[in-house]
């Protein structure tokens, strides 16, 4: 029987365990999801890779897998973010999480629904805000992490953001056992978030021979490119990734013109949407427009290595932990062996602590 750990984030969603698997986009599906959740965890869809429709059928493929608690990740600065949001409502999905800060209107409308709002940040100042905005709980994720991430290490940035907000906050950025989660709640954390873990798994719909490329690294082949969408993102070292570093920044902007239109006929989005959403993007004022026109990569290079598997063609976001990963277990192996190491170190530094009173010696006569 595995153990049992229960933090704030436990009783806040009501799951069983303290771990969260990361709504990665093209690997975060309903099976993967289910998976998680069947197991005790708190497994996240990503909705950013799905147009509404595929949206709606996920949930609902989800819910019949599953009747435990689970959540759906939403690009905060989407057009349709408040249709979604409204489906996520009537849909009854537990959690809603957010890769950018929602507006505060949308965290309203969630936690009036009864829905629990884990916005994603990666500065104590953005969590102080989405705090006071309302949210549940927080997911801070450090520079180990895979996909868009930052410059600080979790060591360091984990306890600023603790020292800043009263909420729950989940830690991510590399952590993949159970040393780990025990790690994150000696350091006051409610429980860890993993993604590259999760997507070496069985339930990952990522192909076997993409996981095959994933478990054969090392600790040394990711690298953080700003040469995907403009923006810090780690990936796995690859001859597609090595030619885009060397690349100038026309043949970059050039290519992600091209992905752009590839993505909107494959979403369905209209011309005036992608405008839309970028003057969203814009408006936030964190990035430039050629990064906004260099966001179309992300979505098709990772669909083409993560969903066609054409590591020559895509991209592979990963997490540092990718070098010391040598297997594909189930979630629920994932889970338990996570959960069950954690409680026994625990325990074990437990012990190092004494109450016990030192004997005083004996007076002179």
Wanted: charged share 20%; glycine share 10%.
């Amino acid at each position: 029987m595995t153990a049992s750990l229960r933090t704030p984030l436990t009783e806040l969603v009501g799951i069983e365990h303290p771990v969260v698997q990361t709504g990665m986009g093209w690997v975060a599906g309903p099976r993967l999801v289910a998976g998680t959740s069947n197991a005790g965890g708190l497994g996240i869809l990503a909705s950013a890779t799905m147009t509404y429709d595929e949206l709606e059928a996920a949930i609902t493929k989800t819910a019949s897998l599953t009747d435990k608690p689970f959540g759906v990740n939403i690009r905060a600065d989407a057009t349709d973010a408040p249709e979604r949001i409204d489906l996520l409502v009537r849909e009854g999905v537990r959690v809603a999480s957010f890769a950018l800060a929602p507006k505060q209107e949308l965290i309203a409308k969630l936690k009036d629904a009864g829905v629990v709002v884990i916005p994603s940040v990666g500065a104590a100042k953005h969590a102080v805000k989405v705090a006071s905005w309302g949210a549940d709980a927080v997911v801070v994720q450090g520079g180990e992490g895979g996909g868009h991430t930052g410059a600080v290490a979790t060591t360091l940035l984990l306890p600023s953001v603790l020292d800043a907000v009263d909420i729950p906050v989940v830690a991510a950025g590399g952590f993949y056992d159970g040393r780990g989660l025990a790690a994150a709640l000696a350091y006051g954390a409610a429980g860890v978030a993993m993604g590259t873990r999760f997507l070496l798994t069985q339930e990952s719909q990522v192909p076997d021979a993409v996981k095959q490329q994933y478990l054969s690294r090392g600790l040394q082949e990711t690298v953080v490119s700003r040469k995907v969408d403009g923006m810090p993102h780690r990936v796995l070292t690859t001859e597609l990734v090595e030619t885009l570093e060397n690349s100038g920044p026309m043949r970059g902007f050039v290519a992600a013109a091209r992905n752009a239109m590839k993505f909107r006929a494959m979403t369905g989005m209209s011309w005036t949407t992608l405008v839309r959403d970028g003057l969203a993007m814009k408006r936030s004022g964190e990035r430039t427009w050629q990064q906004i026109v260099m966001a179309a990569n992300t979505p098709m290079l990772l669909r083409a290595g993560l969903v066609e598997g054409d590591t020559e063609a895509g991209v592979l976001a990963s997490g540092q932990v990718v070098g010391v990963l040598d297997d594909l277990p189930t979630c629920a192996e994932v889970i338990e062996r996570v959960v069950t190491d954690a409680a026994a170190r625990l325990d074990a530094l437990a012990t190092l602590r004494s109450d016990a009173q030192v004997a005083q010696p004996a007076a002179t006569p």
